[in-house]
């Protein structure tokens, strides 16, 4: 049963990902019938281009941000539902529902808002900044999507923290509170270090999945104003099938995916260290 | 440990809870506006129920099409996929003290990490080539590309059943087959689950697989119908959010009745 | 042993597998109930009702044969998708650009130089799709063009005791003078980065000179030495804007505009039906863009804004061409015009909407000229460029840009 499943896995996912790298030393354009061979040329291009380096510096600036407002928040969130609180039960499902939504569609309801509720808000307070829609400003746009895949992904890494909390024993609570510790040391001490598996998967996951985002962006603000929010994946797409660069992003790819095994690697290498210190 | 309701953090949880339901409570009441009364004041309550918001969204993106799609697409990935990838799981999760399944085990679970783009190109290609480019096509992939992250969540779980229930059963004379079927995969309901629901919200939600491999407009899922009429609602806002509250509200509905087994089954997928 | 036999079985289930979901598609994509069902692949929003109305007659008079009315968004990202998969739909309704003519020379469409339908198309639009491809056999059959032209709210020239202007000073003077009674000139939609485009184009139109393209391929000129003076222009207009031109989409723009909230809207003649359909009673006209100030200079910017291309690999042409003869047809050719305000590429169909008076002289006189951006190829991303440019409106940085564009699609060829 093993074999077949390794020979379609093999045929329908390591070969393309082999044939991308191939195609990047051609200058294929996905559509003529011919290619040459070009060796390195497109990467010595990729490295020329001002379009990519910035699609690099968008995406990384927006999971870097993204990533830790998420984990910020999700903790909060979950210490919040530890606390014995009323309805604890229906907050849960609440903050665990955007998970189930379509990202897509999330982020067109998220842009009308930006669009026409926003600015009615801004206008009434008053606030200058707000009275325009921030997905068509330059430097702001970046800021819009942020917030769309915050609010959705918090969902999921709340739900980890939370059972990662269930892993914490009661007794070392019992203990602290014992000693009259505040709940900071409390969490300090006890919550944060019993969870800190939990922490480096979330990290490491968010960080993986908001550098692929995509939906988001096609939703929001297609990539513009300008090229302010082209997102690597998006430049590849855009690039390859429309642009007839298939190749050259080929290229982008091959690069694209060594940049994200690097990033998840020195993560989890920098977390688990941090896992056995505390 | 009887300890009085913390009021501050059911204050503070409750706030946050409506930032995320303003934006749901949003799309419902423009949903059921008509042009007139969201011009007149976005934030109003809806006055009345609007249902030919509904009717024309039903009309122009041809919802039950698109649904059907979703769900036949949807439902046949993870009966597939739980069938499937739990064998295959199976077989490496007891084999690992082999060399040959020990490397198979990494070189799917490495496979996580190769972004899609990367493939997206080549597999366009290769998917019309074979003439997949159609939802039996699209299940086919979504069995396929779940193995790498399903194999993960299964053996972890697998290698936790103790080995004697198996080893009685082959005394029985019980072919490894059997062993599975009646030994082992009762034994993964809840493994099964999970992987079941996570499944499912992928494929469900999913927008940049069927774009790139579906082509005819007849075949296409929810999410890409929502994308591709965009045009078609131009300033109609109503009739555009009447139409993404359809496309979202199966999987709410499914959501409400089932949440409390869906996070449970999110959280088992995380403690492995 | 054992292995190696699983490995054929297995590779022979999986194509078992594979060829059957092949066989299916092809009933499914060619047969629906008994009928031929043929793709009708176009790029216009803005058309989708007109051509829901002209499918429904052409079926009623064709029972057997189905047409899909497709329209996805980013058109042009779609169809090459699609040609990438070989997987083109029967017929592609695009305009004579860049997307045309890469998948024109990539041999996806059927060529029709001798078809008898090309003898009722005005030569002028044959040779443009001919120009924007490069290639001496005709692909595609041109349908309709379009005109780039600035479309204002009569009732407010009246009001404002404006007349329209006929060179750039009056354009600008008249901008101004809207501005100063504390109404808005230009209703500007830069969150949808391609309506920059229509101002863009007959600006650069009417400033690059004749034989720009040619000499840029040749290395003669550079974007910076010919299209400097449409750029600044270009700037100059956005001081007429209004306070959220960045948060507007064209769809925000069509409605705002027949609400008489600008006095102009710097578009084409493709927008009308959509603002006619927010306001039916709004008394509108439309001018070309009066680009220098030789108002005897000034061209009409019109393109070929729909053609018919019949793809080489459809498996019935023969429907295909069918449905093209029906839109062919006078009547239904005329009722395609009417609704959608666009001129007509069919010889002797003259376009009578009063509302285009505006135009007439520039026809009559043939000062026409093709769109600069059908030129530019789409990885350069113009729209994009522009919309920029609208936020830093820096001019220097935007042409040297469009250079190192420019040359960087050259080197990588």
Known sequence: ?278 | MAKKTNWVATLLIAVGALFILFPLYMTVSIALKTPEELADSVLSLPVGLHVENFAKAIEATNFFQAFKNSAFITVTTVVLTIITNSMVAYAIARNMHRKFFRFLYYYFVSALFIPFPIIMLPIVKQTSAFGMNNPSGLVFLYVVYGIAFNIFIYVGYIRSIPKELEEAAIMDGCSTWGVFWRVVFPLMAPINATVAILTCLWAWNDFLLPLIVLSDQSDMTLPLVQYVFQSKFGTDYNLAFASYLMALSPMIIVYLFAQKWIIGGVTRGAIK | MKKALALVMSSALTFSLLTACGNKTEQNASESGGKVKIEFFHYKPEARGTFDKLIEKFEKENPNIDVVNANPPDAGTVLKTRAAKRDMPDIVGVGADTTFAELAKAGMFEDVTKAPELNNIQPSYIQMVKDVSGLEQVYAIPYAANADAVIYNKAIFKELGLSVPKTWDEFIAAAEKIKAAGKTPFYFTFKDAWTTLPAYNALAANTQGETFFQDLNKGKTSFEKGYKEATEKFVELLKYGHKDQFGKGYADGNVAFAKGESAMYLQGIWAIPEIKKANPNIELGVFPYPVTNNPEQTKLVSGVDLLFAISKTSKHPKEAKKFIDFLLKEENAKAYMAEQNALSAIKGLTQEDPMLEGLKESFAKGALVDFPDHYIPPSINLANLLQQLTHDQDVEKFLKTMDAEWEKVKERK
Not at chain 1, 73 to 89: D, H, P, R, T, W
Not at chain 1, 99 to 124: D, Q, R
Not at chain 1, 170 to 190: P, V
């Open chain 1, 1 to 278: 049963m093993t074999v077949p499943a390794v020979v379609l896995f093999a045929v329908f996912h390591t070969f393309p990902a082999l044939q991308g790298i191939f195609y990047s030393f051609t200058n294929w354009d996905g559509l003529s019938l011919t290619y040459d061979f070009v060796g390195l040329k497109n990467y010595y291009y990729l490295f020329r281009d001002e379009n990519v380096w910035h699609s690099y510096l968008f995406t990384f600036q927006f999971a870097i941000v993204s990533t830790v407002l998420v984990n910020v928040l999700s903790l909060a969130i979950v210490i919040g539902l530890n606390e014995k609180i009323k309805f604890k039960n229906f907050f849960r499902a609440v903050y665990f529902l955007p998970n189930v939504l379509s990202v897509l569609i999330v982020g067109y309801i998220f842009n009308y808002l930006f669009a026409n509720v926003l600015p009615l808000w801004g206008e009434k307070l008053g606030i200058e900044a707000l009275s325009t829609n921030i997905l068509g400003s330059e430097k702001w746009a970046w800021v819009g999507i942020v917030i769309v895949a915050v609010w959705q992904a918090c969902a999921l890494n709340t739900i980890l923290y939370l059972a990662g909390l269930q892993t914490v024993p009661s007794e070392l609570y019992e203990a602290s509170s014992l000693d009259g510790a505040s709940k900071w040391q409390n969490f300090r001490h006890i919550t944060f270090p019993m969870i800190a598996p939990f922490f480096t998967i979330n990290m490491v996951l968010a960080m993986k999945n908001f550098l692929m985002v995509f939906d988001q962006v096609v939703a929001l603000t297609g990539g513009g104003p300008g090229r302010a929010t082209e997102s690597i994946s998006l430049l590849i797409y855009n690039g390859g099938f429309q642009g007839g660069e298939f190749a050259y992003q080929s290229a982008n790819s091959v690069i694209y995916f060594i940049v994200i095994m690097a990033v998840s690697i020195l993560q989890i290498k920098f977390l688990q260290k941090r896992e056995v210190d505390m």
